[in-house]
Nanobody
Framework: QVQLVESGGGLVQPGGSLRLSCAAS????????IGWFRQAPGKEREGVSC????????YYADSVKGRFTISRDNAKNTVYLQMNSLKPEDTAVYYC????????????????WGQGTQVTVTP
C-alpha cells in the first residue's frame, strides 16, 4: 500500500526556517507528482508547492515564492520542503500527497495523502 509520512514540523519564530520531509513508499511509477499542501484552522486546504518526476519541474504558491524550496532525493524516495523566512501566516498542518500524473497545485489531482505535520510560526 502507498504510504506517505511527513516529518520536520515544529514551532518557530517569524523569520525562522524548517525543513519538512515526505517519505514515500509502496508504489512503483515512472512519473508522478508530489505536492505539499497546508490547512490552517477554519480554512480550506491549499497548495503550497509541488514537483514532477518527469522533468523535475517545480511550482509554488505565490504566497511562498522566494521563501520555500521543494526538492527530491529519488534514491531515498523522499521529497523535501525547505521553508525559510517563515511568517505567522504559514502556520498550518502541512501534508504531502502523491499524484499519479502531472504536478499540479490542485489538490483534487492527488490520490494519496500523508497524515500531516504541524508548523507553527509565532513570536
Amino acid at each position: 500500500q502507498v504510504q506517505l509520512v511527513e516529518s520536520g514540523g515544529g514551532l518557530v519564530q517569524p523569520g525562522g526556517s524548517l525543513r519538512l520531509s515526505c517519505a514515500a513508499s509502496g508504489f512503483t511509477l515512472d512519473y508522478y507528482a508530489i505536492g505539499w499542501f497546508r490547512q490552517a484552522p477554519g480554512k480550506e486546504r491549499e497548495g503550497v508547492s509541488c514537483i514532477s518526476t518527469s522533468d523535475g519541474s517545480t511550482y509554488y504558491a505565490d504566497s511562498v515564492k522566494g521563501r520555500f524550496t521543494i526538492s527530491r532525493d529519488n534514491a531515498k524516495n523522499t521529497v523535501y520542503l525547505q521553508m525559510n523566512s517563515l511568517k505567522p501566516e504559514d502556520t498550518a498542518v502541512y501534508y504531502c500527497a502523491l499524484g499519479l500524473s502531472i504536478a499540479t497545485m490542485d489538490l483534487r489531482a492527488y490520490d494519496y495523502w500523508g497524515q500531516g505535520t504541524q508548523v507553527t510560526v509565532t513570536p
